[in-house]
């Protein structure tokens, strides 16, 4: 066993593990902002219910309206005939007048039942409405407070990112121009410039190695990389 080379292993290994940790936090960092997007797709979902909603009261007022005016044409109708048939002479005149005011008066009092009842369906919408409003500021609130964590847990990995790419050349000083270069190649190429030695195999690609390579890992007599995919190898 060459002490040296066995030095130069371990410093490796331990630069693994802070490009490691640094490649994790980069990735923790770049897909951060999960949690709030939920709750904003929710409020923004209930907020699509509520334009619908919306939509659907403003037309039944429109209806209401409409035969509001109508029920108080055939109000003002009603009074008119009512004092028309005061000056009436005859009893045929008067019977005329009396089935047209039954008639716009049953017309009326069918108008006002329909009001009535469209009124009822506006009540509930609106009840519907202020339940969905409420959903939705919960959603809100839910999606601000998640924001507002995120950017607390973002400044916080930021700084420990910032610090370990402070501390990453004190962690590969003294290692070997040759031996960073080996490292730096299949790091660069794979994500990852150690790979794991499992009996004969690169436990990373799977690549058969040599039996004077596996003895070079076991004895770590010198740097092996895999043939497969340039990792260099070590016995966990
Ligand atoms: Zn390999």
Redo the contacts with the bound molecule.
Sequence with gaps: MTTQVSEVLDRLLQLAAHDDRLKRLEETLARAPAAAQVHEAAAAEVAGKIRLLAEKLAVLKAQVRLRENELKGHEQKVARLKQQSGEVRTNREFMAFRSEIANTQAEADRLAGEVLRILDVVNQAEARLGALSAERDRALQAAAEARRQEEEDQLERKAERDGLVRERPACSEGIPAEALELYERARQARGHGM?VLEGAY?S????LQTRNDVYAVQNRTRLVP??????I?FLA
Excluded: E, H, I
């Design positions: 790979a690169c990373a690609c799977g690549d895999c043939k497969g995919c340039n990792r190898l």
